[in-house]
């Protein structure tokens, strides 16, 4: 009987050995299912994430292009005046052909048109009789002048443009040279050279 009961302990024990190791992979199972859980979360938001910014980055540039696109609406719109007053001074002066009148109408226009340039920012630049900078001048020419010293500028061909002290356009100038001294004819060399032998 002690043998039995012996084996009935080892029976028991062994059960019980089986019984504890079966929750044992129970609870790992279910850990590997919430973690799994878990990753598909977290995936699924990763992809959500990456959605959201994919459509926050067209939005942005979609943005950016139409802020580029109407960045001159301002100035366009306060350029339309000014054309009103051209279309204004040539219906007029088709009708009427009266020069003087369409000379102070264009003129007019013009110091409008000064004026609006200079709300942007934009005035001219003096150069007449300045000293050539490259910076400023693009030089077309250069005129020999005895009378003004060299790399003076002597002409305005263009006027040059700068938006808040940057340049946006340069003048366009005549710049003076220096004077080459010419040599003697040759008809002078000649009887110079006669009057020898």
Same mark, same amino acid.
């Given at each position: 009987?002690?043998?039995? /009961?012996?084996?009935? *302990? ?6 019980? *050995?089986?019984?504890?190791? *079966? ?8 850990? /590997? ?5 878990? /990753?598909?979360?977290?995936? =699924? ?8 910014f994919e459509n926050y980055k067209r939005r942005t540039e979609n943005d950016y292009l139409e802020r ?16 009103? =007053? ?22 007019? /226009? ?31 020419? *250069? ?55």
């Amino acid at each position: 009987m002690e043998v039995n /009961i012996k084996e009935e *302990q080892n029976s028991t024990e062994v059960s019980e *050995q089986v019984a504890q190791e *079966q929750p044992e992979t129970a609870v790992p199972d279910n850990r /590997i299912e919430e973690l799994e859980k878990t /990753i598909g979360q977290l995936k =699924d938001q990763l992809l959500r994430k990456a959605a959201e910014f994919e459509n926050y980055k067209r939005r942005t540039e979609n943005d950016y292009l139409e802020r580029v696109r109407y960045a001159n609406e301002d100035l366009i719109f306060d350029l339309l005046p000014v054309l009103d =007053d051209f279309e204004r001074s040539l219906k007029l002066s088709r009708e009427k052909k009266d020069f003087d009148s369409f000379f102070r109408g264009v003129e007019l /226009i013009y110091q409008k048109c000064l004026k609006l340039f200079a709300k942007q920012g934009v005035e001219a630049y003096e150069v007449i009789g300045k000293e050539f900078d490259p910076h400023l001048h693009d030089a077309l020419m *250069q005129l020999p002048k005895s009378d003004v010293p060299p790399h003076m500028i002597l002409e305005e061909v263009e006027k040059g443009y700068m938006m808040y002290g940057k340049v946006l356009r340069h003048a366009k100038v005549v710049v003076s040279g220096e004077v080459v001294e010419e040599s003697q004819p040759a008809e002078s060399v000649e009887s110079a050279t006669e009057g020898v032998n």
